[in-house]
């Protein structure tokens, strides 16, 4: 039973548009969710988070939303440049148990010029 | 500063061979978490060790072992290798007391023939 969900396995958008990533998760203990950033050859990249008690956090040109009763959370990259090409993973936890994250498989996004 | 490092990038094995995987984690953290990446899908935690313990484990048999040395460099230990043992093998280091900022290292590349 595969607890966190990407469901788009890639994504297409045009640069200055919006991209929008999703992510279910089925497990209600969960109140820490993150999102990484990874490129070819490296690691996954700390992107963004959201503490189960928000709704919304903002970082630059990310933000993500997080719908409790729904247990879905979006990625919104506006605007969208080339460079943020990567998979992009969500990644959900119990706050307490640090380093224990639950990943989903990854949105594979391009933005093209 | 370094961030987190593994090594080797690459290893090629047989099935029933035993790997040892290596990961510096970044300077100042103390706590490394391990995960395995198969290929399309997201990292599956596989444990997490702290002052040479290890205090959380993933879903994984006991063929998978670790340790942490007094300098929180950290061994992955694979035992009896199987074909589905392949994948890209993640090193995560944190701060037991900044749990929310993980830094993962570009991984090791496993390959069980």
């Known amino acids: 039973d595969q607890q966190v969900k990407q469901n788009s396995p890639s994504l297409s958008v045009q640069e200055g548009r919006i991209s929008i990533l999703n992510c279910d998760y089925t497990n209600s203990m969960f109140d820490y969710f993150l999102w990484y950033k990874k490129y070819p050859a490296e690691g996954p990249t700390f992107l963004i988070s959201i503490s189960s008690i928000k709704d919304k956090n903002e970082d630059g040109r990310f933000t993500v939303f997080l719908n409790k009763s729904a247990k879905h959370l979006s990625l919104h990259i506006v605007p969208s440049q080339p460079g943020d090409s990567a998979v992009y993973f969500c990644a959900a936890r119990i706050r307490t148990n640090a380093g224990k994250s639950t990943f989903g498989d990854g949105t594979t996004l391009t933005v093209k010029p | 500063d370094a961030g987190v490092t593994q090594s080797p990038t690459h290893l090629i094995k047989t099935r029933g061979q035993q790997v040892t995987l290596r990961c510096s984690p970044k300077?100042?953290?103390?706590?490394v978490s391990w995960y395995q990446q198969a290929l399309g899908q997201g990292p599956q935690f596989i444990f997490q060790y702290y002052e040479e313990e290890e205090r959380q484990r993933g879903n994984f048999p006991d063929r998978f072992s670790g340790h942490q040395y007094p300098n929180y460099s950290s061994e992955l230990n694979v035992n009896a290798l199987l074909l589905g043992d392949s994948a890209l093998y993640l090193c995560a280091s944190s701060l037991v007391g900044d749990p929310e900022t993980q830094y993962f290292g570009p991984g090791t590349r496993l390959l069980v023939l």
């Open positions: 300077s100042g953290h103390d706590t």
